[in-house]
């Protein structure tokens, strides 16, 4: 394959793609080496850095996937409001979120504790917008389920790894660029938070548990 198509090949390859395309995955398609496709996609990415291009190519989560600049955020925001209604994440979530990521893994009365509420319901929210999973279970009285962010919160936040994240300070912003919406993040709604109830070393809220989770739980309980 001429160096020109090979180019051609793999920019497309990275826009099609619906998870980041993998430099592994990459070179596999288009029968080359891996150094090969990885020198061509450096050249991609230094074309895509130029002013005059709307899109980038960015590593993130372990591959490559074509992002809007952020300079052309606001542009794109009013077009993607103009067509459906924003994705909306409560402030509570996404404080919870940022503790999850920063304090990661968690579990959730530890999560309970730094919040001073009651987070299981916001702890399934996130886990059903696939923001964060589960990650074992921690080795103490009660073996409760530890959480940490997803690969998906990788890809949804533009970040390569979480050696990536922003300050705290700064966590907001890039939640709101991330949501596309600078209404994506919802007013908190009085139910939303509850007094955090007295809870039991290593105990767990089966409402901050997901499906799987819970099932696993059953069987240890049976068995």
Known sequence: MERTELKAAIEAIIYAADE???????AQA?????????????????????????????????GYRLYTKPQ???????????????????????????VIAYKQPITLPEINEIRGVNCAGVVQTLLEKRLITTAGRKPVLGRPILYRTSREFLIRFGLSDLDDLPSLKE????AREALGTEEGVAPVEPVSDEPAQPVALGAESREGVSAGAAAEQNSETTS
Do not use: N, Y
């Open 20 to 26: 980041p395309a993998t430099l592994e995955s990459i």
């Open 30 to 62: 288009c029968q080359v080496e891996k150094a090969e496709a990885r020198a061509v996609i450096e050249e991609l990415i230094a074309a895509t850095a130029a002013e005059d291009r709307g899109v980038e190519i960015r590593k993130v989560a372990g």
């Open 72 to 98: 052309h955020h606001e542009v794109v925001r009013r077009f993607i409001k103009s067509l459906q209604p924003p994705v909306r994440l409560t402030m509570p979530a996404l404080e919870t979120l940022a």
């Open 171 to 174: 966590f907001e912003q890039l």
